[in-house]
Every structure is written in C-alpha cells, then in structure tokens.
C-alpha cells in the first residue's frame, strides 16, 4: 500500500521534484510581494497561494501524464513516470486529479467569482498544451501563459480586479518561463525528434544562443518597467545583479549536454526566483 502510493501517486504528481511547485509558486509571490501593503498580508497570501500552486501543479502534471501516456515511454528522461509504466492506471490518475481540481474550485470561492473566468481559461490551456507539442513549435508559449496566471488571481484577490501592473509582471513572468522551459527542451531533443514531438529547442534557430538571448532580453526589459514602477534603485539594482549571474548562465550552458540543461532549469527555481523574491520584499520594507 505505503510502496504504491510512494511509487505511483506521489511520483504521479512529481512530489519528489518540487522545482516545478516553486516556478509556479513564485510569480506568485513576486505578485504579492508588489501589491500587498504589510509582510503580514504577505505571508497570509503566501500560505493561500502555495495550496493553490500546489493543487494545480499536481493536476497539471497529472493531465499531462494522461495525455502524454503513449509518448512518455519512448523519451529518456519520462520512461518511468507511473502511468507511462503502467504503475497507475488511466482511471486511479483521474481519480486523483478530481479532488486537486476541486480544492482548486474552493480557493477560487475564497478570490471571488471574477476568478473563474480565468480560472476555466488556465484549464483549457492546461489541456491544450500537451497536444501543441505535437502539432507546433511553439508549446513553451502554451506553457508559459497558463504557467504564470497566479500572477493575475493575487491581483483579483488583493485589488478585485486585473490592474495593469499585474499584466506587466505577469508578461515579464511570461518571457521568463519560455526562457527556461527552452533549455529545460533541450534534455529531451533528441527523443522528441525520434518520436515526432515539437519544442522550441528543435526550430531552426532553437539550438543558438541568440534566441535564449532574446527571451532574456526580452524578459529583462519587461521586469525592469515592474520594478521602476514599484521600487527605489537600490532594489532594482540588487535584482539585476541576480540576473547578471543569470546571463552568465545562459552563456556557459551547454545546450547538447542534457544534464547541464537540466542543471540550469532548477536552477531558476531553487536559487534565482527565491533571491528575486528575497530583494522584493527587503525592497518594499526597507528601501
């Protein structure tokens, strides 16, 4: 019983790699670290967030592992994933995924009825994303935008409504996630060339420095107008340092080397989004 929820429930909804849970959850901090007034908001937000990004993070992975059943098997990196190895079936995965989606519908009753809206857009892109991959090179956009909308549901939380300095976060938020999810395509390029998926990183210009370049600095410019609109040049300069180490990053990985590739990708949750966050909110208190 213990072996089979470890093994396969667990597993299912990747609990033994949560760098996913923290790139979801820490736009939306970014988010509130901008918009609430006192770290005692903050941190009451945080923990209603974290619950959500957690939710959604497992039923997003768990409609992926559903969709992509047949795919998974024949990629490296995915072979062993429960359903992919027929250690859950179709059927036990729904019946996990009902009760994340519905714990997700609570939280939105707490945000208000404005969310739902949203909140059924994010679904729909949830379920489209796994197919983009086998139809356009583009499905790291797909991601990107359901990946970051936490962004907007802190703004319909805090301020009842979208404003306009969440839809710039949540676009800089946006380049930020087509950046990593690129180098995190390249472990699996070779794979996904054999089996006929598509990503960013098989374009023709997908395996060039220049397009994570551009993603970058794309990224920065739309973060930087987030941060001049809200803080004082000792926080926007603490930030940018972080993201100069970032730079470097990008101009060392070895985009052929798939552990390098993902090296880099958990990066960005484990250690750059974290230091982001840290200076925000020492920013907003102190500075």
């Known amino acids: 019983m213990y072996q089979k ?9 990747r609990a033994q790699k949560p760098v996913g849970f923290f790139l979801l959850l ?17 941190f009451l937000w945080m923990i209603f ?14 409609i992926n592992d559903i969709i992509d059943s047949k795919f998974d098997n024949h990629v490296n ?15 036990e995965a729904l019946y996990m995924l009902i009760p994340n989606l519905i714990i997700g519908m609570l939280l939105l009753l707490v945000i208000g009825l404005k969310s739902f809206m949203l909140a059924l857009v994010s679904l729909v892109f949830m379920i489209i994303y796994p197919y983009c991959k086998r139809f356009i090179d583009y499905a790291q956009i797909c991601l990107a935008f359901v990946f970051n909308t936490g962004v907007l ?4 939380a805090v301020h009842n409504h979208i404003t306009f300095n969440s839809v710039v976060l949540y676009l800089a938020c946006v380049f930020w996630t087509v950046l990593y999810d690129t180098i995190y395509a ?29 993603l970058y600095a794309v990224f920065i410019l739309i973060f930087a107008n987030v941060l001049l609109l809200r803080f004082s040049i000792i926080t926007v300069i603490g930030i940018f340092l972080i993201f100069a180490f970032m730079y470097y990053d990008i101009e060392v990985v070895d985009l052929d080397n798939p552990k390098h590739c993902g090296f880099l990708f958990k990066k960005q949750g484990f250690l750059y989004q974290p230091l982001v966050l840290i200076v925000l909110l020492l920013g907003k208190r102190f500075f």
């Open 26 to 42: 820490f736009p939306c901090l970014f988010s509130l670290a901008c918009e609430t007034q006192s770290l005692f908001a903050f």
């Open 5 to 13: 929820i470890y093994d396969g429930y667990l597993q299912l909804i």
């Open 186 to 214: 390249h472990q699996d390029k070779e794979d996904d060339l054999r089996i006929g998926l598509k990503s960013m990183a098989l374009t023709e210009h997908g395996n060039r420095k220049w397009l994570l370049r551009y």
């Open 49 to 62: 967030f974290s619950i959500g990004a957690f939710v959604m993070r497992s039923a997003g992975c768990i």
């Open 77 to 91: 990196r995915t072979k062993d994933r429960p359903i992919a190895s027929d250690r859950v079936s179709i059927h």
């Open 153 to 156: 549901f802190v703004s319909i």
